[in-house]
Antibody
Framework: QVQLQESGPGLLKSSETLSLTCTVF??????????WSWIRQHPGKGLEWIGY???????YYSLSLESRLSISVDTSKNQFSLKLTSVTAADTAVYFC?????????????WGRGTMVTVSS | QSALTQPASVSGSAGQSITISCTGT?????????VSWYQQHPDKAPKLIIY???KRPSGLPSRFSASKSGNTASLTISGLQPEDEADYYC????????????FGTGTTVTVL
């Protein structure tokens, strides 16, 4: 049973870089054919897909964030990570990592519990 | 790329059926058979309840069903239970050259 767990700083200041990590338990991030995504939820709001990395090496980013975002994999730690530069208060949100069902079904089957990130000015 | 449109709230009595609509465009919902639905209880992670328009993950109660017509997808909960009170989000794959996945605005379901 694959489980995901996010980790990272809960508080940072405007213009800093947000770094979050998602650790994969009970399975390998190198398993073929899975999309490993980051999704965020602004306080009291809906869900927003941020980006994914596919098969450990192919990233794809939301068009609205691609200039500030990078997603990478550390296979030695069974983790994937998000880096978001030049954060503002608008980046304050709960950040979830998620894995899809595989087989190009494009549905987020496994989720982490989420980590709250607050950007202060 | 705009969010898919859902009603803000839907309510029903225990045992009744409710339906939540999710309206997109011909570029997302209307093109791909890749609408998924998620249930989210307060302060919890979303849970996948429907994928590929109308398929249920194993173990999910059959009272959850879904369909799609044109640019509108729908989720029906039959025999509403108190534990169904939650927020529900639809999501559609939108294809290359877009932000790939667009979520709905979310619907709060209240069990009266």
């Amino acid at each position: 049973q694959v489980q995901l767990q996010e980790s990272g700083p809960g508080l940072l200041k405007s213009s800093e870089t947000l770094s979050l990590t998602c650790t994969v338990f009970g399975g390998s991030i190198m398993s073929d054919g899975y999309y490993w995504s980051w999704i965020r939820q602004h306080p009291g709001k809906g869900l927003e897909w941020i980006g994914y990395i596919y098969n450990t090496r192919i990233p794809y980013y939301s068009l609205s964030l691609e200039s500030r975002l990078s997603i990478s994999v550390d296979t030695s730690k069974n983790q994937f990570s998000l880096k978001l530069t030049s954060v503002t208060a608008a980046d304050t949100a709960v950040y979830f990592c998620a894995r899809d069902r595989g087989a190009n079904e494009h549905a987020f089957e496994i989720w982490g519990r989420g980590t709250m990130v607050t950007v202060s000015s | 790329q705009s969010a898919l449109t859902q009603p803000a709230s839907v309510s029903g009595s225990a045992g009744q059926s409710i339906t939540i609509s999710c309206t997109g465009t011909s570029s997302d919902v209307g093109t791909y058979s890749l609408v998924s639905w998620y249930q989210q209880h307060p302060d919890k992670a979303p849970k996948l309840i429907i994928y590929e328009d109308n398929k249920r993950p194993s173990g999910l109660p059959s009272r959850f069903s879904a369909s799609k017509s044109g640019n509108t997808a729908s989720l029906t909960i039959s025999g509403l239970q108190p534990e169904d009170e939650a927020d529900y989000y639809c999501c559609s794959y939108a294809g290359p050259g877009t932000s790939l996945y667009v979520f709905g605005t979310g619907t709060t379901v209240t069990v009266l």
